[in-house]
Structures are given as structure tokens and as C-alpha cells.
């Protein structure tokens, strides 16, 4: 077979009219075969792990670098979190508080710094570069099927992978920068932009609706699910069919086919993934970790040790009792009970004012360990559960729930029964909803459940739901922080700007308009 050239643009478009992203090198690659496709997977699909340097309080340096740290903010828009301040840092120091403070006060520019100084937020242009590799390289092997079928077994791995992983990012990109999904208005509302040709397309690119881009992923999971059938990988780090079906359980959960997640959750449950027990836990150790019972799939690094500090890092180097980044939020401390075994194994207190740290995988000490499990892009089996459980409340089969909601809660207390599950459906859902927010704390779940929670048909949130974001005041005479007020995100309803991402500016730009953003309201700090 001659030679395929493909042109890997890595982003939309590079013509002089649809600059949807920066532009990138034109690198030419040149595949004759599968191995060729599989090693430009590894090399152009997957978010990569990186070193991170956690011995100050700048930890933010890689922030905006396209090798740099993915995604923090995602960690600190939600209730699971709030601002942990000590003694004083610099302001021109890249602290966690100070540069992710915007995000975590919505602000109308959330990437804009203490010091008023802007910084770019380079996900929207990391993860639309993928899908720009990915759609090159699905076609190719759709290509290579056609005229090379005897390699069909490994272009067909290829392709599920690719579709999954396309799947995948499209979701996170619109549940960042889209509004959140809504069964009754889907069609109208406003999501993220869609690209799944190959070809060069000299457009300016806008919004596709919420139900088109929820089709799409649909549609990449349903093929990657008939390529990748009864095929999983050796390594957490790549695709299989259990990847996919758990995949399939959240999207299908999101836009309320609770009948689909019972079905496409089923083969999960025979395919050798287990709950790890925490009455067997031991203190100190890792709870999440690439090689657990629990792991599916991960990429990429847990950056929680650079959002969520230790109030001393080393006295020899000035950090004693001193920090100024995030911890853990009473609001979501004060939901777990004292024979939650989660609170050990899920936390960590701060050595000098005992504040609770998220310490799922123990990274502040070995924060550089191969063996971390990503805290954004992963997927555990746990989640599977929760997800069963959730939509059989949905449907009303309240006992087939409680007794699927059990199975996680027998391994995460010392002595959970069945009968401490509520009765009554509207409390049933609700403490599932609760389960799921202990139990995928600090795994980019919370901000996304919270929208969707919003526009639930059955069981919204409340109009009066609030989130709560204290602000302190830094005194220096004393050397101490005071509380002088709280910044405040409201309902769904009343303030649906704030519950999503702006698209960054560049990416407007480049696109003269045709990409718009709602108008975030300007906070103020209140009592």
C-alpha cells in the first residue's frame, strides 16, 4: 500500500479565515499500517503525565504551558472547597489562591490573576488539538479498513480507541464551556462547537446545540462500543470495552436514559474490577493508584498537591505555616459521619492548623510517583455503581437501589447496613446524590453534577441553592487573615453565566465573532 500522508493539522483549520485556535506545525506523518496509526495514538490522543515541582507555594508556573499542569481550576469553582491562607505570600508569587481565585469567585474573567494581570487558559485549545488528531487519524483507519482488511482486528481497537477518546473530550469541553444539558430545550441551547471531519475547512466556527453535541458523543461511544467488544488492554493507560461502557453509564445518566445505564452498565459487573475495602486500609498509604481494583482507565497528572497545599511544606526554606492555596470546605467535611472510613483514607490534616487536604493519592509527599492515577481524566469502577443506583432511584426501584448503593457503602464503613438507606424516593435520591459527592471528591465530578443536578426534570436543585466562597482580608501588623465577606454563585435560574467556562478569548478571536460567551455579572463581595 502506498504511503498516506496525513497532515495532522491539530487543531481546525489553518486557513486564513478559520483560525479556530492558534495555529500549529504543519508536521507531516506518514503511516502504512496499524502500528504506524497505534504509536500516532500514544504520541497525538492522550493527555500526557507530567513532573510536577511542589516545594513552595508557586506552584502555579506550568499553568499556562502547553506541557504544563491541565485543568486545576476545575477543583475549585464547587462547594468541595475553599480558601486556606496563611502568614503572606507574595503577590507576584504563582500561588494556587492567586491565580485561580477568578474561577473560584467567578469572576467575569475567571483567568485573571490577583494582580489584575490576565493569563490563558490553554485547555480549550489542548483538548480541541486532540480531536484534531483524532479525526485525522479515525479516518485513516477507516481508510485502511477498506483496503486492508486483513488488519482489521487491530484498525478496529484503533478506532474504538479513537472515537472513545473524541467522545471523552468533546464531554469535558461541554460540560466546561457549554450551558448544562436540558432535556426540554437540548435543541436550542448552546453548546460547544463540533468538528469531526478530517477535511480542512475554511469557516468560521459557533455553538452547536447541546443536543447535537450529546448525539455525537452518543454516537462515538455506540461505534467504539462495537470495536472494542470483549477487548480490554493489558495497561489502565489505554481503551477497552470496560472504559467504554463505564463512559457510556455517565453520559446516558446526564441526559436522564436511566433504562440505557442499567443496560450498558450490566457487563461491567463480570469483568473483574472490585471495590477495595477501607476496613482493610492501611494509614498512609494510596487509596487511588493506576493499579487498583477499582481503576479503569487513566491519563495524565493529579495535580490536587499543586491546588490543594500544606500549610508546611519545609521550615528550612521559608514555608513553614504558610500557605496560600485551598483545602477541603466544612460544607463538605461536615457530610461525612464518624465511622466513614473515607475520612482516613480520603484526607489528610495540615500539619500546623490541622485543615483537611484532599489526599486521595498521597502526592504532596511522592508527588512525582509513575503509579498516580489522574484526578480529572480517570475513571473507577466505583462510579459505575453509583450511576446504577442513581437511575434505578430515577425509575422508582427504590429497593433494587438501596441494595445497589450498599455494595459501596458495606466497603466504606465499619458497620453500614441497609436499613440506615432512606425509604422515601425524594430522600433516596438525595443520599445517593451525597454518597456520590463523598465518594468522587476531587475527581472532577462535583462542578459537573452540581449542573446537572440544576436542570434535573425530577429532582432540580432547590431555587435558593447557593454556593459559598469566603474571602479573607490579610492583616499585616498581625500576620493574620480575617474573614470580611463571601462571594456567591446562585441558582441555575438566577445566575446561568457564572455555571459555565467563558471560551477563551483567543479562540473568539480567531473566530471574528462567530463564538460568543454569556455575560458573567460583576460580583461583590457580600456579608
Known amino acids: 500500500m502506498k504511503h498516506i500522508g496525513i497532515l495532522l493539522l491539530l487543531a481546525f483549520s489553518l486557513g486564513s479565515c478559520s483560525k479556530f485556535l492558534e495555529e500549529y506545525s504543519r508536521d507531516q506523518k506518514y503511516v502504512q499500517t496499524p502500528?504506524?496509526?497505534?504509536?500516532?495514538?500514544?504520541?497525538?490522543?492522550?493527555?500526557?503525565?507530567?513532573?510536577?515541582?511542589?516545594?513552595?507555594?508557586?506552584?502555579?508556573?506550568?499553568?499556562?504551558?502547553?506541557?504544563?499542569?491541565?485543568?486545576?481550576?476545575?477543583?475549585?469553582?464547587d462547594d468541595d472547597n475553599e480558601v486556606f491562607v496563611s502568614d503572606f505570600v507574595a503577590t507576584d508569587q504563582l500561588t494556587p489562591l492567586y491565580m485561580l481565585s477568578g474561577f473560584h469567585y467567578w469572576k467575569q474573567n475567571p483567568t485573571m490573576d490577583i494582580r489584575e494581570l490576565t493569563w490563558e487558559d490553554i485547555l480549550w485549545r489542548k483538548l480541541y488539538k486532540h480531536i484534531g488528531a483524532l479525526n485525522a487519524i479515525i479516518f485513516q483507519a477507516d481508510e485502511m479498513a477498506l483496503n486492508n482488511p486483513g488488519n482489521i482486528e487491530n484498525l478496529n481497537r484503533i478506532r474504538g480507541e479513537?472515537?472513545?477518546?473524541?467522545?471523552?473530550?468533546?464531554?469535558?469541553l461541554q460540560n466546561i464551556y457549554g450551558s448544562p444539558y436540558r432535556k426540554s430545550t437540548a435543541a436550542n441551547d448552546e453548546g460547544i462547537p463540533l468538528k469531526v471531519s478530517e477535511k480542512v475547512e475554511d469557516i468560521y466556527f459557533k455553538r452547536d446545540n447541546n443536543e447535537a453535541v450529546y448525539q455525537q458523543i452518543t454516537s462515538d461511544l455506540e461505534k467504539a462500543a462495537q470495536y472494542l467488544e470483549n477487548y480490554n488492554p493489558t495497561t489502565k493507560l489505554r481503551i477497552g470495552i470496560a472504559a467504554v461502557r463505564l463512559f457510556q453509564t455517565r453520559v446516558y445518566l446526564y441526559t436522564e436514559q436511566y433504562d440505557k445505564v442499567l443496560e450498558v452498565s450490566q457487563p461491567l459487573q463480570t469483568m473483574g474490577y472490585e471495590l477495595v475495602d477501607l476496613n482493610q486500609y492501611t494509614t498512609g498509604t494510596s487509596f487511588t493508584y493506576r493499579g487498583s481494583p477499582e481503576t479503569i482507565f487513566?491519563?495524565?497528572?493529579?495535580?490536587?498537591?499543586?491546588?490543594?497545599m500544606n500549610d508546611s511544606l519545609s521550615a528550612w526554606s521559608g514555608n513553614d505555616n504558610r500557605v496560600s492555596a485551598f483545602k477541603a470546605s466544612d460544607n463538605l467535611m461536615n457530610t461525612f459521619d464518624e465511622d466513614d472510613l473515607r475520612r482516613k483514607a480520603f484526607f489528610e490534616r495540615a500539619a500546623k492548623s490541622k485543615a483537611w487536604i484532599p489526599a486521595k493519592y498521597r502526592t504532596w509527599r511522592t508527588f512525582n510517583d509513575v503509579n498516580q492515577q489522574s484526578c480529572i481524566f480517570s475513571l473507577r469502577y466505583t462510579e459505575a455503581i453509583l450511576n446504577r443506583a442513581e437511575a434505578m432511584a430515577m425509575m422508582g426501584a427504590d429497593n433494587e437501589a438501596r441494595t445497589e448503593l450498599q455494595k459501596l457503602r458495606a466497603k466504606r464503613f465499619q458497620n453500614a447496613t441497609i436499613d440506615q438507606i432512606p425509604q422515601s424516593n425524594t430522600e433516596l435520591v438525595n443520599f445517593i446524590r451525597e454518597e456520590r459527592r463523598r465518594e468522587l471528591c476531587f475527581e472532577g465530578h462535583r462542578w459537573f453534577d452540581l449542573r446537572r443536578y440544576s436542570t434535573n426534570t425530577k429532582y432540580p436543585l432547590p431555587a435558593d441553592f447557593t454556593i459559598t466562597h469566603p474571602v479573607y482580608t490579610y492583616d499585616a501588623p498581625s500576620n493574620t487573615h480575617t474573614r470580611t465577606g463571601n462571594y456567591v454563585l446562585r441558582s441555575l435560574s438566577q445566575d446561568?453565566?457564572?455555571w459555565q467556562v467563558p471560551i477563551p478569548n483567543y479562540a473568539i478571536e480567531f473566530n471574528r465573532g462567530a463564538l460568543t460567551n454569556p455575560i458573567r455579572p460583576v460580583r461583590s463581595i457580600q456579608p
Open 496 to 498: 446561568a453565566a457564572g
Open 298 to 308: 487513566t491519563m495524565g497528572t493529579n495535580v490536587i498537591p499543586t491546588v490543594f
Open 35 to 77: 502500528e504506524d496509526l497505534n504509536k500516532l495514538m500514544v504520541g497525538e490522543a492522550f493527555i500526557i503525565n507530567i513532573g510536577l515541582s511542589i516545594y513552595s507555594q508557586a506552584t502555579m508556573g506550568t499553568l499556562t504551558s502547553e506541557a504544563g499542569i491541565v485543568a486545576p481550576w476545575l477543583h475549585v469553582m
Open 162 to 172: 479513537a472515537l472513545f477518546m473524541r467522545a471523552y473530550y468533546y464531554f469535558y
